[in-house]
């Protein structure tokens, strides 16, 4: 199928905003339904010499972790490394990245941990705001305007590959946003308020989207400037993009790409470390 295709406070350094590029094309099609992802060979963008977006990633790391107990998740370790770390380690490796932004609750952004400001001299650490959104702004704002595009990724996302990021990088580098997805596999039933089953929708129409979702700097930036002025929330900074009349397009995710949110999920996640079956956060 084809995809849609067209468009504070830091603890350490300073910076200020991005700039965008050109078109998306979608390549790559569901075979089952010819409706897929925008696809594309990245390998050409991880050779060495190969001219690369000037990247930058915001890690959003400010939950308090709720379901977890009240234990902040971003701080809990995975087979004996913060996830935290973990979920840095995939940008601070790729050849792309080289400005990272992670928003972290107030209280913690005064003295951040000791392993996180000593991990890479390009980790830089912001207050975070009292939802998701408000921590990514604030974030922004620490970007430098050098950065081509702007990668943001949930901290509790800890094994993520690097091809991932690769096909979020080339996307976001045409100047479209571009959200890293996989397909929905379950059957999906719309309800009323009277849990009544009102529609059974086209499952191959639907994708869970996860992070990182990448974006042209100027775009993101404005995106969440005008939701601000106007008052407008999302669960995820495509939905901002899109309510803006910006174009964004899916890549291909990756099934252990999971977001840890509950204490469930991390015995699944150290379960597929022991597999050998992680990202590159392993």
């Keep these: 199928m084809r995809r849609p295709v067209d468009p504070t406070g830091s603890a350490r350094g300073g910076g200020a ?4 590029a050109a078109r998306a094309r979608g390549d790559g099609a569901d075979a089952r339904s010819g409706h897929g992802p925008a696809r594309s ?6 050779r060495p010499g190969a001219r690369h977006p000037r990247a930058a990633v915001v890690i959003a790391a400010g939950g308090s972790g709720r379901r977890m107990g009240g234990t902040r998740k971003q701080y809990l370790e995975l087979a004996g490394v913060p996830i935290l770390a973990r979920s840095l380690r995939p940008f601070l490796t790729h050849p792309a990245v080289e400005w990272a932004v992670v928003a972290l609750p107030a209280e913690d952004a005064a003295d951040p941990p000791g392993w996180l400001v000593g991990l890479d001299p390009r980790v830089e ?6 939802e998701r ?6 974030a922004l704002e620490a970007v430098p305007p050098a950065a081509d595009v702007v990668l943001v990724h949930d901290a509790a996302r800890p094994l993520l590959p690097s091809a991932v990021i690769d096909r979020v990088l080339e996307a976001a580098a045409t100047g479209v946003g571009a959200v890293a997805a ?11 308020a009277g849990g009544r089953i009102t529609a059974t929708p086209d499952r191959r129409r639907f994708w869970r989207a996860q992070t990182p979702q990448g974006f042209p700097r100027t775009l993101l930036l404005e995106a969440h400037r005008r939701a601000a002025a106007e008052g407008f929330g ?7 993009v899109e309510w803006c009349g910006g174009t964004v397009v ?3 995710g990756a099934p252990e790409n999971l977001k840890i949110t509950t204490p469930a999920d991390l015995v699944v996640a150290e379960a597929l470390l022991r597999a050998g079956a992680a990202g590159d956060g392993a």
């Design 17 to 20: 905003p991005f700039a965008s």
């Design 41 to 46: 060979d990245a390998r050409e963008a991880r």
């Design 234 to 240: 999302a669960t995820d900074d495509a939905a901002l």
């Design 250 to 252: 899916v890549v291909e």
């Design 182 to 192: 996989v397909p929905v596999a379950d059957t999906l039933k719309e309800v009323d």
């Design 133 to 138: 959104g408000d921590s990514v702004a604030r």
């Design 125 to 130: 650490v912001v207050a975070g705001g009292a």
